[in-house]
């Protein structure tokens, strides 16, 4: 059986979420009673937000390396990041890891592409949002991805980090989300939408809005990563 180790706690709540989702995905494939084998380091939250806001994302990168060492000690065979916002520096994490790692946005870009999808909204924090990270991996798909405007994403970021990484899920909040996909519809003509923040998965919980498909990054990683346990 491999073992996974899981860079967690960024943020804590949707770390609950890859747990429970990689033993209800593995136990849901492999019915002999078994559980799959995880690894968990759960990381300081603020030490990598500070580094990202602040820009000093050679410094992010560091600190991720660093936390997967323990991980590697530990005997994984592979790694994930279970968050959106330090994919920023995903490429140079992986290039220094010392074990494989399977990349989030990697994994929805395919999902994406399965889904024939072309033009998709892109929610997440405001460092997704305005990042490369996600639009390089999936214009190589064919894939445009359209952000919300400016006010939007203050409002988007905002609570993501205010309500939702410490766990407050209000339906006013999610009412409001959905409302700037309407918009989105509308003024940009998206046929889908990406949780681009794990967090998000926590309050829009449905499989599509008004006829657009709602892709839960959270899970997708979770399935991707359940197969390489089983692979």
Not at 167 to 189: A, V
Request: with cysteine.
């Amino acid at each position: 059986m491999k073992t996974v180790g899981i860079i967690g706690g960024i943020g804590p709540e949707s770390t609950i979420e890859y747990y429970r989702g990689i033993i209800a995905g593995y136990r849901e494939r492999q019915t002999d009673g078994s559980y799959p084998s995880i690894i968990l380091n759960s990381i300081n939250l603020k030490v990598l937000v500070d580094l990202i806001t602040t820009n000093e994302l050679e410094k992010a990168a560091d600190h991720l390396v660093n936390e997967l060492q323990p991980l590697a000690r530990a005997g994984v065979d592979f790694g994930v990041i279970a968050a959106g916002t330090p994919h920023i520096v995903f490429d140079e994490v992986r290039a220094r890891s010392p074990i494989p790692l399977i990349s989030i946005v990697e994994a929805t870009c395919k999902a994406a592409a399965r889904m024939n999808l072309k033009r998709i909204a892109l929610f997440g924090t405001r460092f997704t949002m305005q990042g490369r990270f996600y639009p390089e991996v999936f214009s190589g798909a064919g894939i445009t991805l359209v952000v919300p405007e400016a006010d939007e994403q203050e409002y988007i970021h905002d609570k993501y980090m205010n309500d939702l990484v410490p766990g407050i899920i209000l339906p006013e909040t999610r009412e409001r989300l959905l409302r700037i996909l309407d918009k989105m519809k509308e003024r940009e003509g998206v046929e889908a939408l990406i949780l681009g923040g794990t967090e998000l998965s926590l309050i829009i919980k449905d499989t599509e809005h008004n006829g657009l498909p709602i892709l839960d990054t959270t899970k997708i990683h979770v399935a991707r990563i359940v197969a390489e346990l089983l692979s």
